[in-house]
């Protein structure tokens, strides 16, 4: 490596909602050392679907981590008891070195697409990433078999981030990537996505435990309500690595000037 | 009461984040009563900062709760073991006679402006609903003293639910509103107002447990980055209701043209 060249290498921080011995941040973690210092910061347990949730009443722990020891090596390993929100923040402030360049999270076993990604922990660590004005990147992988093989969607996920590494993020944006569950070659391209509208139609489960009370584990029904081409659910459906550019700015501007109208008090 | 009147009331379904028991549920359910049937479905306990968590990992419960009993009367109550988000969807599957007209969320003992919404149990409570096609507004009450009077801001939540209930919503919109603490009679208005930009500095408090084990308290500062007065803080600040429309819909539609023409693979 040429001289001067390792002190641009970017900063890169890597999060996901799996936990961190899940092997989907492993592969995404070996990725990113082709691109720069790689900084761990991942839950120490499994925080699958608890979205934005953040940890206020009781405390959060965090100590260093065996990471990286089957032939690449990442700068710094932490897991932390608490939230892929909780992650992002508790790094930025304590673990790490300095402000990351980019945050990327994932890679998620299985999809975070349409109205999920309101319930992805793993979204959430890029969206807080975001908030701090930090360029971020979410990724997964549309498959949900125990033995999925996470080596073509670290593929993808290196060759996005070099580009966002390359030509950086609009303000505010981050981007939501989801990878079909394919050999690299089967992949037909990647798409810039919308959101699809969709929804989970509930049907929990009721059970009686043994002491004869009643029990609900949740279960349901996606349904897919958007005819569009352009979706995160169309594009994985046929083949291409969705991406979907997000905010955090909630406000709905379209209905602004109709609800100024109503004389509410 | 007119015969015939009663079949038209709405139903309408109160939930919240800082439980069943908060003295915020107690008064926007007793403003619902007179607007429609009320039926609660409520966390057992605090759910503050659990954003749009759900809980898929252990079972969720529900029981019915005495609830209402000071001078007003709910068509039913029941208490969740689980996220404000778990409470929307088991009510809609299990716990009402059907579906409701309408979900109101709060009154919230805090603001959940600006960036807040993210992390927001009683926000997430509305999102759910309007995910499933249903209005729904939920309320904060802007202040934090343990005996804030909540009675000024149920009788904005009472008039601002009348005019949603005659005039519906936009598709697929959900209000956000926050009222500051203050008598009715300070109050400058109700302004439709945007989220602002902002965004929290953590501070986390470092400490040693008695087993010399380092944990940490998130704490920060909370940073408003936004010069506009259209926004949800400037008009709390100001005195007034802010009701910030908002959607679920995260996809940053503005930017989606110049990244569809970088060469991602």
Redesign the interface.
């Known amino acids: 490596m040429p001289s001067g060249q390792s002190a641009a290498r970017p900063q890169i921080l890597v999060c996901n909602d799996d936990g961190i011995d899940a092997r989907g941040i492993q592969g995404l973690a070996r990725a990113m050392t082709a691109i720069g210092d790689v900084h761990v910061v991942a839950p120490m347990d499994?925080q699958?679907?608890?979205?934005?949730?953040?940890?206020?009443?009781t405390?959060?722990?965090?100590r260093r981590w065996p990471f990286g020891d089957s032939g690449f090596e990442v700068k710094s390993a932490h897991a932390v008891r608490g939230t892929p929100?909780?992650c992002i923040?508790?790094a930025?402030?304590?673990l790490l070195p300095g402000m990351p360049d980019l945050v990327v999270s994932g890679i998620n076993h299985g999809a975070n697409t349409a109205?999920n990604?309101?319930?992805s922990g793993t979204v959430?660590a890029a969206?807080e990433a975001s908030?701090?004005?930090i360029d971020a990147v979410a990724f997964s992988l549309c498959g949900y078999t125990r033995g999925a093989d996470f080596g073509p969607a670290a593929d993808?996920a290196r060759?996005?981030v070099e580009?966002v590494v390359d030509?950086g993020l609009?303000r505010?944006?981050l981007?939501?990537v989801n990878i079909p569950s394919a050999a690299a070659d089967e992949?037909q391209?990647?798409l810039?996505t919308?959101?699809a509208?969709a929804?989970?139609e509930?049907?929990?489960e009721?059970?009686t435990d043994p002491f004869d009370?009643?029990?609900?584990?949740?279960s349901?029904r996606f349904v897919d309500m958007d005819g569009r081409s352009n979706t995160d659910l169309w594009a994985i459906d046929n083949g291409y690595?969705s991406?979907?550019?997000?905010?955090?700015?909630?406000?709905?501007?379209?209905?602004?000037a109709?609800?100024?109208e109503?004389?509410?008090?």
């Open positions: 499994e699958s679907a608890v979205g934005h949730a953040i940890t206020m009443r405390p959060v722990r965090a929100a909780d923040k508790i930025i402030d304590k109205v990604v309101l319930y959430s969206t908030i701090l004005g993808v060759s996005i580009k030509v609009p505010g944006i981007l939501n992949l391209g990647a810039i919308r959101q509208r929804r989970w509930e049907e929990f009721e059970r009370e009643v029990y609900y584990w949740l349901g690595v991406i979907t550019p997000m905010h955090h700015d909630l406000t709905a501007n379209e209905a602004i109709s609800l100024a109503i004389d509410w008090l």
